[in-house]
C-alpha cells in the first residue's frame, strides 16, 4: 500500500491564481480529509468527507472547494490563491465504522507559498 | 469547542531518561485520542490510539494513558533515545468527525 500521497510537494502561486492541490489514497478508507498547519496555529480542518460524493465543512473552509467522485480521490481547489494560504496541506484518511474510529493516516504534505 | 492543550511546548532531555509528554483538552466527549509524531517537514506518523473506553495502550518503548473524566492523557517515553527528537502532538476526536489538535510537544533528546 503506498498509503495517502499528496502531490505536489512544493508549490508557489502568485495572488488570484488557483489550483488544485492532489490527496489519493488506497486502503479503501470512507473518510478523508484536509487540513492546513500554521506556525502557532497548530493543525485545523479545512474540509472533510465521510464518502463518495458526500463533503462537509470543517473549521477553517472558506478560500477553498473540495469533491469526492471516487472512494479514493479527495482534491482540494484554491479557487482565487492569498498570500493569507500559505501553509503546510496535509491529507488525511480513516475507516469509520458507527461510533468508534480507527487510526488517522496523513500524507506527506504539500508546502504552498502565495506571493 | 473542544481545546486541547500540551505542555510543555519544548522539553530537552540526556540520552536515555524516561519522560512524560502531557496533553489536556476541554470537552471530555470524545470517541478516541491519537498521539503523533512528526519529523521537521514531514507528515504526520501515528504512534498509539486510544479509544474512550480504554485507559491506556502500548507499543514498544511507548506507552499513551488516558482519563477521560479529567481530560488528559499522557504519553510516556521509555529509555529515550535521540531518534526520539521530533515533535509530538495529540489529537481527540469529538462528535462531528472532527480532530482537534493540541499545538505540540517538541521534543529534543541530546546524546
Known amino acids: 500500500n503506498a498509503g495517502v500521497t499528496q502531490t505536489p510537494k512544493f508549490q508557489v502561486l502568485k495572488t488570484g491564481q488557483s489550483m488544485t492541490l492532489q490527496c489519493a489514497q488506497d486502503?479503501?478508507?470512507?473518510?478523508m480529509s484536509w487540513y492546513r498547519q500554521d506556525p502557532g496555529m497548530g493543525l485545523r480542518l479545512i474540509h472533510y468527507s465521510v464518502g463518495a460524493g458526500i463533503t462537509d465543512q470543517g473549521e477553517v473552509p472558506n478560500g477553498y472547494n473540495v469533491s469526492r467522485s471516487t472512494t479514493e480521490d479527495f482534491p482540494l481547489r484554491l479557487l482565487s490563491a492569498a498570500p493569507s494560504q500559505t501553509s503546510v496541506y496535509f491529507c488525511?484518511?480513516?475507516?469509520?465504522?458507527?461510533?468508534?474510529?480507527?487510526?488517522?493516516?496523513f500524507g506527506p504534505g504539500t508546502r504552498l507559498t502565495v506571493t | 469547542k473542544q481545546e486541547v492543550t500540551q505542555i510543555p511546548a519544548a522539553l530537552s532531555v540526556p540520552e536515555g531518561e524516561n519522560l512524560v509528554l502531557n496533553c489536556s483538552f476541554t470537552?471530555?466527549?470524545?470517541?478516541?485520542l491519537q498521539w503523533f509524531r512528526q519529523d521537521p517537514g514531514k507528515g504526520l506518523t501515528s504512534l498509539l490510539l486510544?479509544?474512550?473506553?480504554?485507559r491506556e495502550q502500548t507499543s514498544g518503548r511507548l506507552n499513551a494513558s488516558l482519563d477521560k473524566s479529567s481530560g488528559r492523557s499522557t504519553l510516556y517515553i521509555a529509555a529515550s533515545q535521540p531518534g526520539d527528537s521530533a515533535t509530538y502532538l495529540c489529537a481527540v476526536h469529538n462528535a462531528g468527525n472532527m480532530l482537534t489538535f493540541g499545538g505540540g510537544t517538541r521534543l529534543m533528546v541530546k546524546p
Open positions: 486510544i479509544q474512550s473506553s480504554q
Open positions: 470537552d471530555s466527549a470524545i470517541y478516541n
Open positions: 488525511a484518511s480513516r475507516l469509520t465504522s458507527g461510533s468508534l474510529s480507527y487510526e488517522q493516516y
Open positions: 486502503m479503501n478508507h470512507e473518510y
